[in-house]
C-alpha cells in the first residue's frame, strides 16, 4: 500500500469520526425509535424484531460509546478505499 493511499485513508476517518461524532445526538434518536420499533414487532414476530433490535442497539451503541464511533468511521473509509487505485489521486 502506496503511502498516498494510507494518507487519503486516514484522512477520510477523521472526517468520518469527526461527521458522526457532530451528529451523535440524531444517532442516539434514530437508535432509541428503532428500538421502541424493534420492541413493538417482537410481539408479533420474535425473529424480525431480534432483526431490527440488532442495528438499534448498534447505533444506541454507537451514540453513547467514542470506540464505537472511532470503529465505524475506520471501517467506512477502509471500504471506501477497498477499490481505489494510485492512479485515481494523480490530478
Not at 36 to 63: D, E, K, N, Q, R
Amino acid at each position: 500500500m502506496s503511502n498516498r493511499r494510507r494518507l487519503a485513508r486516514e484522512r477520510l476517518e477523521i472526517y468520518l469520526a469527526h461527521l458522526l461524532l457532530a451528529y451523535r445526538w440524531l444517532i442516539v434518536i434514530v437508535g432509541l425509535l428503532l428500538a421502541a420499533y424493534a420492541i413493538a414487532v417482537m410481539i408479533a414476530s420474535p425473529l424480525i424484531g431480534l432483526a431490527t433490535a440488532l442495528p438499534a442497539v448498534y447505533l444506541l451503541l454507537m451514540g453513547n460509546s467514542y470506540n464505537a464511533v472511532v470503529y465505524a468511521a475506520r471501517f467506512g473509509a477502509w471500504i471506501e478505499t477497498l477499490w481505489r487505485s494510485d492512479n485515481e489521486h494523480k490530478g
